[in-house]
């Protein structure tokens, strides 16, 4: 159920808002009932009542024009506001024809609007056939479908506000996933994943919000946050590596997820090169985690982007790979530095020979390219020597370590370091690292 901090309560016979204004809003009644009138000389004209489930002042805020009428609380109201901002990136995200065609339609409702209320004024005022084509339009499509959709769209809005909230009071935290060495089965960096600390749902997962925060365009602060907090921890981890040495392969690197929307930003390169040298975090130990799916909007600019963040040094990673519309041609155009193989393929490598085959496959394929592979969602030892056997140099999975939190992370590296550091010591030189040594002391930049 939405929580109750996203809704405004108004008590009967409140203005909602007059004819004329600006709609810089439009409300989903999620209790009670609004009566839509207009003020003339010789009074007022009730036009229509929306009751529960309903929504008022939609097309001001559609078209940026002004109220066409007056709305009054009829009956105790519990509302929904969606405002301007939400619309707009909706607007803006819009096929372009579809635009066009609301846009014409909203053009041609203003247009009948005076001939309806001329229309109401003759007839009297409950207007009663524009009420009845409303019953009638609604009879006619399918009631569930339409309350699922009403359903779904206020669990978005609602879920929208909260996400808003959460980034606005800290409530969204790095988890780390470790990425070893196949062959040495050392660390060689981590993948940064997003949790949502609800202060009353508890872990929110990422694939439950990251969505809404896609389509609400939220992404981008999200993902600036993301990188900002990779930043921050990162000297902690490279602190970590050198008291440990052995734990990991060299210095380990950070995975971020990005999304579509972060690589149309024409300032996304500048925004993480800011974020580098605040932290002064070396480049080559931040990796772009991409979906084939960013390469289908405006691949042009995405590869442009992506070229960009490359020539700092970053590398970028194609994730789940082999999942998505597969366009053989990106991997020679655009700057790849790691393949990621969907866990789809790995979990059912062993039962299945054709898995085997696609993981087989696409290794040879990155072989040829020299891309290193990633094995993702490697749950069994057996998983990981089969992978190892062909040739597959990273894996990421439960067998290796679930994401966790930063603290733990940091106990991570430490028992890597207990485990593999004996074999490190004959081959490396003590480590140089003071104990008492600070995170700020070890900025890679
Ligand atoms: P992904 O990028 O493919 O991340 C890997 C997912 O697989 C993670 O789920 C991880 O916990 C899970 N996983 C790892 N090893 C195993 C395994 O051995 N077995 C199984 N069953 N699962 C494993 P998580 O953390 O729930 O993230 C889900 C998705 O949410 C991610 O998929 C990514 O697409 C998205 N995501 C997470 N964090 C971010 C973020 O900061 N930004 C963006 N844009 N997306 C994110
Ligand atoms: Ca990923
Ligand atoms: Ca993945």
Known sequence: MPNTYARITLPT??????????????????????????RREDGEVHLAIRRTGEIVGEMALL?????????????????????EDQIQHRITQLDPILRMCLGVVLA????????????GLVR????????????????????????ARMQEAIGQLVMERELRRALEKGELELFF???????????????????WNHPERGMIPPLTFIPVAEASGLIVEITRWA??????????IMLAALRHPGATEGPPFVSVNVSGHDLALLDFPAMVAAMLAASGMAPESLKLEITESILMGDP?????????????????????FGTGYSSLSYLSTLPITTLKVDRAFVQAMLGDPRSRKIVQTILRLA?????????????????AEALTAMGCAFGQGYLFGRPVPLAQTLTVIESYGARLGRDAAMTSEPSAIPADATPSLLKTG
């Open 63 to 83: 078209d940026a024009g002004p109220r066409s009428a007056s709305a009054r609380v009829a009956c105790d109201c519990s509302l929904i506001p969606i405002t």
């Open 124 to 147: 009297g005022p409950a207007l009663p056939s524009r009420n009845r084509l409303d019953e009638d339009a609604a009879e006619m499509t399918d009631r569930e479908a339409q309350t």
């Open 177 to 195: 996933q470790p990425i070893v060495r196949l062959d040495t089965g050392r660390l060689a960096g981590f993948e940064a994943l997003m949790r």
């Open 108 to 119: 041609r409702y203003r247009d009948m609007l005076p001939l309806l209320n001329n229309a």
């Open 227 to 236: 990188l900002n907090e990779v930043g921050r921890v990162m000297p902690e």
């Open 367 to 383: 072989d040829e390219l020299t891309i290193p592979v990633v094995a993702e969602g490697i749950e069994i030892a057996a998983e």
């Open 13 to 38: 016979g409140s203005v909602l808002f007059e004819e004329g204004e600006p709609g810089r809003a439009a409300y989903l009644i999620m209790d009670g009932e609004i009566e839509i009138f207009l």
């Open 300 to 320: 042009k600019r995405a590869s442009d982007t992506l070229a960009r963040c490359r020539d700092t040094g970053m590398g970028i990673a194609i994730d789940d």
